[in-house]
């Protein structure tokens, strides 16, 4: 049930839910230049409304992919999650510095960051920081290649999602949606999970030229 996120494509609370997240980036771009002369506390105050905004952007994606899955070729509802998609990307560009600044700490502050007791909670998702570092890029790369995304990986994810949840596969005397399917794969019934198998392999066939030059 969708209307557990949100009430519709149309309810205030999404806008309300950008507005929130405008305020936690406004936030967080006020340590801009500073990240490497932060105490403990303050990077994982830092972290914290880090966090909290990635929780509201997970929540707008989560809705307009969910929403998109189950309306494919709906325009409005196309429209609608394109919209999602270009402003998460924007803003997401915001805060990029964050993980550029980051990664320039040297490998003793990493060290200081990684056993300090304040940080404890977030130790895991320091520790991908600190090994992610030697692969972040400048600034500005970083924007471009979180751009670029748009038009190529993410493109071909829509596109096979498209493609994908569209199907309709024949399933003893009526047609259900690949994901139905998919479902039977995992049956402790072997003989279910091969008709499952084969189910999925002729409906597949539909898009014998797409799928394969996707991956």
């Known amino acids: 049930n969708l209307k557990e996120i949100y009430q519709s494509i149309k309810d205030p609370q999404i806008a309300a839910d950008f507005e929130r997240a405008d ?11 500073a990240i490497a002369k932060l105490t403990n506390l303050q990077v994982l105050d830092l972290i914290k409304t880090w966090e909290r905004l990635a ?3 997970y929540r707008l994606e989560l809705y307009s992919s969910l929403l ?3 309306n494919i070729n709906v325009a409005e509802v196309t429209r609608f999650v394109k919209n999602i998609e270009e402003k998460l990307v924007q803003k997401s560009q915001e805060i990029i510095f964050l ?11 990493w060290q200081g960051l990684l056993k300090a007791r304040e940080l404890k909670i977030y130790h895991q998702f320091l520790r991908h920081l600190h090994e992610q ?3 972040t890029l ?9 751009e670029k ?3 190529s990986w993410q493109a071909l994810t829509h596109l096979f999602s498209i493609t994908t949840n569209t199907l309709q596969i024949p399933w003893d005397n009526k047609r259900v949606t690949i994901d139905e399917v998919l479902v039977y794969l995992r049956d402790p019934d072997p003989s279910l999970r091969q008709q499952a198998a084969l189910a999925l392999h002729e409906g597949l066939k539909i898009n ?4 394969p030059a996707i991956y």
């Open 68 to 70: 998109e899955s189950t």
């Open 138 to 146: 400048t600034e500005p790369e970083e924007k471009i290649l979180a």
């Open 149 to 151: 995304g748009q038009t």
């Open 208 to 211: 014998d030229k797409t799928t």
């Open 23 to 33: 305020k936690l980036i406004i936030k967080l771009a006020k340590l801009r230049g």
């Open 133 to 135: 570092a030697k692969h």
């Open 99 to 109: 993980e550029v600044e980051l990664a320039q700490l040297s490998n003793k502050r």
């Open 55 to 57: 929780q509201k952007f």
